[in-house]
């Protein structure tokens, strides 16, 4: 079983839908989760980071973690033909060779006019 | 101002050769990272330099050779290359404490 997994998709919606993206766990000692966007032939750029357990928003987007089911959660409001990329979720813990940030495989978006 | 930024962006080269890929960060990060991309958009990690000290070293061939001559630069040096050695490089950086990491645009490697 990996680290981390994540459904590669393709996930195609249209314009306005309401987005779900999602990454289970293992690693109990994970701590800081993060979701990444990755436009075609970009490096992923941060969008969201939650430390520990709970939710965050960020204008449409919310992120949340929930540490008990080791499952988190980026969700995508009002969606936009922008917001097509590919989402990774990333992961880490705060010492030692959990230090080192797990990646899911990315889920690619695709949100139609 | 480019915050990582990593040179050649793109690079094809016959199999067997030896080539070099340059990154360098403004960002005043004391640590850097190079990863590999595959054509399934997996991202792995290579290679973490901490202060000039490399700090993870995964499984990678030893024909991967990183090199950081100082904080703000770290350089991957791949000899004998081969078609598997195709992918996108990225390199990155962050402060160690700080779990958001800066990529770089990536250097699309294609070994023919």
């Known amino acids: 079983q990996k680290e981390v997994e994540q459904d590669p998709g393709p996930l195609s919606v249209p314009e306005g839908a309401i987005v779900s993206l999602n990454c289970t766990y293992s690693?109990?000692?994970?701590?800081?989760f993060m979701w990444y966007r990755q436009y075609s032939r970009k490096g992923p750029e941060l969008l969201m980071y939650t430390y520990s357990s709970g939710n965050k928003e960020d204008g449409r987007f919310t992120a949340q973690v929930d540490k008990s089911s080791k499952y988190i959660s980026l969700f995508i409001r009002d969606s936009q033909p922008s917001d097509s990329a590919t989402y990774l979720c990333?992961?880490?813990?705060?010492?030692?060779?959990?230090?080192?940030?797990?990646w899911g495989l990315g889920t690619s978006l695709a949100v139609n006019p | 101002d480019t915050a990582v930024s990593q040179t050649p962006k793109y690079l094809v080269t016959q199999m067997g050769n030896d080539k070099s890929i340059k990154c360098e960060q403004n960002l005043g990060h004391d640590t850097m990272y190079w990863y590999k991309q595959d054509s399934k958009k997996f991202l792995k990690i290579m290679f973490s330099?901490?202060?000039?000290?490399?700090?993870i070293n995964e499984t990678v061939p030893n024909r991967f050779s990183p090199k950081s001559p100082d904080k703000a630069h770290l350089n991957l040096h791949i000899n004998s290359l081969e078609l598997g050695d195709s992918a996108v490089y990225f390199c990155a950086s962050s402060q160690v404490q700080s779990a958001e990491a800066f990529f770089g645009q990536g250097t699309r490697l294609t070994v023919v």
């Open positions: 990333a992961m880490r813990g705060r010492a030692g060779n959990n230090r080192k940030l797990i």
């Open positions: 330099y901490n202060n000039k000290e490399l700090i």
């Open positions: 690693n109990s000692a994970f701590q800081y």
